[in-house]
């Protein structure tokens, strides 16, 4: 396995990594934790995931597999992403508690601020102290990183970047859609952030149609 440099976290994250948004049977939760343990044997040691993902059942399988991963987690470190829509104090915090709760952990790695599609988004949740909450948890250690994931083009998203100490950034990136996001890649580069690259297939759409 290639592990990268996650911007300057002085994390090294495995070049592939494990997304919980897609499952063969979500209601299969052994057949779950297998598939994440057996990314785990092969290297992947960067897991992402959300709340939302099926109705929560996502971050339950991902907490029955780390079960097993602890076990090795002192050679072998992996680290956990999830994610919040919230736009008050209350709404982040329990975004973050129930993730912590149902994957078994007493923190996560990367803390997304999540689906910010427009820029209005991201200021509405700063007005109503959203944003200001995951500068609180990661100073409590609840977060170790926080991190922006976007739909925005380089336009709409390097005012954003420059508005707060994001560590990292996630953003859809394929063949698809390169030249629409080449200027945001471009600002996280020149900020020495961490990238994350999500969709890089078009939702399988690029390998269905070759």
């Given at each position: 396995m290639i592990y990268r440099s996650f911007g300057q976290t002085g994390k090294k994250i495995s070049a592939i990594s494990c997304g919980g948004m897609s499952f063969e049977d979500i209601d299969d939760a052994d057949l779950c934790a297998e598939l994440l343990n057996y990314a785990y044997d092969k290297g992947i040691n960067y897991f992402d995931t959300a709340p939302v993902y099926f109705d929560g059942k996502?971050?339950?399988?991902?907490?029955?597999?780390?079960?097993?991963?602890?076990?090795?987690?002192?050679?072998?470190?992996?680290?956990?992403?999830?994610?919040?829509?919230g736009a008050t104090p209350s709404d982040v915090r329990r975004d973050l508690e129930t993730s912590l709760e149902r994957m078994g952990l007493d923190h996560i790695d990367f803390f997304h601020v999540w689906w910010v599609v427009k820029p209005e988004w991201?200021?509405?949740?700063?007005s109503k102290g959203g944003?200001?909450?995951?500068?609180?948890?990661?100073?409590?250690?609840?977060?170790?990183?926080?991190v922006?994931?976007?739909?925005?083009?380089?336009?709409?998203?390097?005012?954003?970047?420059?508005?707060?100490p994001f560590e990292g950034t996630l953003l859809g990136y394929s063949a698809a859609n390169a030249p629409f996001r080449e200027k945001r890649l471009q600002a996280a580069s020149d900020?020495?952030?961490g990238v994350v690259v999500m969709n890089p297939l078009n939702g399988g759409l690029i390998p269905k149609n070759p």
């Amino acid at each position: 396995m290639i592990y990268r440099s996650f911007g300057q976290t002085g994390k090294k994250i495995s070049a592939i990594s494990c997304g919980g948004m897609s499952f063969e049977d979500i209601d299969d939760a052994d057949l779950c934790a297998e598939l994440l343990n057996y990314a785990y044997d092969k290297g992947i040691n960067y897991f992402d995931t959300a709340p939302v993902y099926f109705d929560g059942k996502s971050e339950q399988r991902f907490g029955l597999a780390f079960k097993e991963m602890k076990k090795h987690a002192s050679k072998k470190p992996f680290y956990v992403a999830t994610k919040s829509t919230g736009a008050t104090p209350s709404d982040v915090r329990r975004d973050l508690e129930t993730s912590l709760e149902r994957m078994g952990l007493d923190h996560i790695d990367f803390f997304h601020v999540w689906w910010v599609v427009k820029p209005e988004w991201y200021h509405d949740r700063k007005s109503k102290g959203g944003i200001a909450e995951f500068t609180k948890i990661k100073e409590e250690g609840l977060a170790k990183h926080i991190v922006l994931s976007s739909h925005m083009t380089g336009d709409e998203m390097i005012p954003i970047l420059n508005d707060y100490p994001f560590e990292g950034t996630l953003l859809g990136y394929s063949a698809a859609n390169a030249p629409f996001r080449e200027k945001r890649l471009q600002a996280a580069s020149d900020k020495g952030l961490g990238v994350v690259v999500m969709n890089p297939l078009n939702g399988g759409l690029i390998p269905k149609n070759p």
